[in-house]
């Protein structure tokens, strides 16, 4: 089963931090890995075209490795 995700919508704003948390685990999966995200992103019906271009940016990845190093270090630290 797919879900659609329309343009301009709530559901399009949701779906950027997990694409992000996918792209993380794509990048740098020694550091995370979030088998969920990369589930669901198989799930969604939606063109991410606009957001694999911006990905390629330095400070898209970046921020994708932002979002690796806030995680990771809670779950190392035993505080997640």
Known sequence: MTYLIEKNT???TMIIPLYGR????KLYPS???DET???L??????DFSDLARKSKSMMQRFGFLEVAMRLILPMRCGII
Not at 41 to 46: A, C, F, L, R, T
């Open 10 to 12: 709530v559901q399009e």
């Open 22 to 25: 996918k792209m993380c685990s």
């Open 41 to 46: 992103m198989k799930e969604i019906d939606y």
């Open 31 to 33: 550091l995370f890995r």
């Open 37 to 39: 995200a990369i589930r």
